[in-house]
T-cell receptor
């Protein structure tokens, strides 16, 4: 089993739709969590950090459930520009740092 | 833009050769991490440097080595290149070892 797993995708949704991505991690010692987006043939860009209390940034909402070792990302009112691969990232611990990326879930927002 | 730069942008090498990739971190960032990303996969952690010392290593053989300089820029060296080393190599900088990482544009390495 991979340390970080994500919905396999791809997700094809119409503009304006709400879409949710799920991510699970196996290492219970994981300390911090992030969502990145990656456009085709570009570098990953930080979308948001994920906090235990959940956090929201405009149309994007991230949730963390430490007990279930589960992270989610909700995108409301999808735009064409949201089309990208979304990467779930888990930071194992605070020593000998090791950010573990999930395989990513590809989203295509269709007109 | 993140302010993280990498060079070169693209590189073609022959199996068995050696390669050096370079990364300049964002101003104020003292930590650099290197990743290998194969097509269609998420980035795989190679190693991290914090204040010029290696601070963690992923599951990569010793022929992958690195350096960090006093100005926090970094190099990734790969010896005895193999065909499977063909990938996008990303560096990411951060303030400290557990904070958000910001990526450079990557170096696309092709080994023939």
């Amino acid at each position: 089993r991979k340390e970080v797993e994500q919905d396999p995708g791809p997700f094809n949704v119409p503009e304006g739709a709400t879409v949710a991505f799920n991510c699970t991690y196996s290492n219970s010692a994981s300390q911090s969590f992030f969502w990145y987006r990656q456009d085709c043939r570009k570098e990953p860009k930080l979308l948001m950090s994920v906090y235990s209390s959940g956090n929201e940034d405009g149309r994007f909402t991230a949730q963390l459930n430490r007990a279930s070792q589960y992270i989610s990302l909700l995108i409301r009112d999808s735009k064409l520009s949201d089309s990208a691969t979304y990467l779930c990232v888990v930071n194992r611990d605070n020593y000998g740092q090791n950010f573990v990326f999930g395989p990513g879930t590809r989203l295509s927002v269709l007109p | 833009e993140t302010g993280v730069t990498q060079s070169p942008t693209h590189l073609i090498k022959t199996r068995g050769q050696q390669v050096t990739l370079r990364c300049s971190s964002q101003s104020g960032h003292n930590t650099v991490s290197w990743y290998q990303q194969a097509l269609g996969q998420g980035p795989q952690f190679i190693f991290q440097y914090y204040r010029e010392e290696e601070n963690g290593r992923g599951n990569f053989p010793p022929r992958f080595s690195g350096l960090q300089f006093p100005n926090y820029s970094s190099e990734l060296n790969v010896n005895a290149l193999e065909l499977d080393d063909s990938a996008l190599y990303l560096c990411a900088s951060s303030i400290g070892t557990s904070r958000e990482q910001y990526f450079g544009p990557g170096t696309r390495l092709t080994v023939t």
